[in-house]
Each structure stands twice: as structure tokens, then as C-alpha cells.
């Protein structure tokens, strides 16, 4: 690159330490990045420079199975179409995470040539301040309205419903659902039991065994939290998540005892993170399971309480995050 374009960015990225910063030549050849680039996808500096952006992200290929392209900036300096702000999600090479950005894109221009270069500006974005700005303004009122109540009533329930949903957005990136589907995963996981505010407090929080009526008062919560969400209007998918999120792969859960394809399968996502959750979270009764002792509990029931695609789907996906250091810890 020459000494006065190097300048030009030079200047900008100056200004803009939180930004990632990347410029690329025709050959998708990566020719600058910044520190927080490099901080931001975790890889160093030596890593990237002179390296295929293609290769390092993308195992070589540009688009996708639909023929989209990988990232803006690739599809900027293939055809000059440049990005003001899009919204993207990468797989971190390294550690197999998700990282959701805002990427402005646009090509490096010297005067009288064709340019050669397209610059890539990356900011990080919080995944769920994102999916909830999708969502319309009454709805998300309604969801954090429902959130502070079950926050009020119970503590563990309010906590439990927010790791479900992040566990339900990264089952949902990690099948590469479509961007809808990612969006319907967290709003099922962070309203799934709010039918509990309909359960007595003295058996929702009882320590001891339940008796068959206080269980059946519990059961009721599928129904009741569905039958509460029906109401909102664009709410009729998730309150027929809500409705099935106890029903087994067998058939035999409740409250109708659907069997394998016919329940939901945002449902039977549900089942599967909600168990890990509860399994992994400690109560008053007993102690939490260890991370491996919870997904080798999802295996054992794989065929039977849960999805066995699902479940498997979820326990590469545990094995394959950040998780992953957890195991390794705990194998040492
Ligand atoms: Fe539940």
C-alpha cells in the first residue's frame, strides 16, 4: 500500500481505538489491521497481515451455500458495494464463538485509478440489545414487563429464563437457523416460564418432594404461560413453544404428550437448555452438576426426554464454545 493511503487510515484509526479496523486488496489479501481488529477476533497481528482474508475466515470461499457472501467486505471490494452499517454475526476462528458487529464498508480510492482496496470499520454489538431492537416497541415492553414480574416473584426463575435464552440464541447461531428463528429462540427462552406466576409460592420454592397435587399445580405453568402470551398480539408461535417446552421426544411429558416431530421444535430446544440450566444452576436442595456430569444427563435421556439431533447438536455446540475451557479444566 503506499505511503499516503497507509497515512489516511492511519489518521482515522487513530481516532477510533474501539473500532476494528481492516483493509483488504483485490486478492482479499488482508494489508492493515488495527489492535482492537486484532482484540476483537482474539488473533495476533502476525496471524492476519500478508494472510487470505478468505482463508482465515471463511475456509477459502467467499460465499455461502446460497451464494451470498461470506462478510461485507468482501462482497465491497468484489463488486463496490459499499456498507454504511450491516449488521453481521462471525464465527471466531480460534475459539469457535460468535461475535455480532456492525460493519461499514467502503473502497479506498486514489485519484484517476480503479481502486484497489476495501476498508472494513468493525464494532462490537451486544446480541440481545440487537434482537430486541428488532422487535416492535410494544413487544419488548410487554417481554421486559413479564421479565420484572417473574424477576419479583422469584429470583431464580427471572435468572434462569435469561440463561435459557442465551443458551437457546447460541443452540439456534450454532444450527445455523435463519435470523427469525434466532429471534424467536431468545424470545421463548426468556418468557417460557411465566406461567409459574400462577403457581402458589409455597410449592414453587418448597425444598422437599412435591405431592401429586402440588406437582400438577406445577404442570399447570406450560399451560397457564401459554394461555398469558396467546394474548399479545404476534405471539401466537411462542405461546405454542411455551405450551409444549415440557413435552418429551417419547411422548410421554405433558401437558399433551406430543411425540417427536409434532412438538415444536423451538420447544424442543427448550427442553434441552432449560434441563442443562436447572442442572448446572444451584438450589436451595442440592449442589449444581458439574458441565460434564449435565451434557453426559443429556446424552443418557437423547431419544427419550430430548431430541436426539437437538441434543446432539447442543452438546457439540457445548464442547465447541467457550464451555470448552470449562471442560478442559475440569478434565485436568
Ligand atoms: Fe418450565
Redesign the pocket.
Known sequence: MNAQLFAQIANAVQSSSVHGWLVIDRDYKIVFVNDAFCRLWHIDRENLLDKSLLDIFYNGNKKDKNDSYHGPLIETIDTGREFPLMEACLSNHYDNSYIWYLASTFLLREPETEPRYAVGVYVPIDKFKMIEARLDGINISIIKAFCKAIGIRDTYTKQHSEHVAALMVELAEFMEMPREGVTIAYLAGIV??V??LGVPERILNKPGLLNDNEYESIKR??IT?ADILADINGFDTIASIVRH??ERFDGRGYPVGLAGDAIPIYSRMLAVC?AYDAMTTARCYREPYPVRQALDEIQRCSGTQFDPEISEAFIRFMEQSRIKTDLQDLAT
Open positions: 417460557h416460564d406461567g409459574k405453568h406450560a404461560g417446552h415440557h432449560d
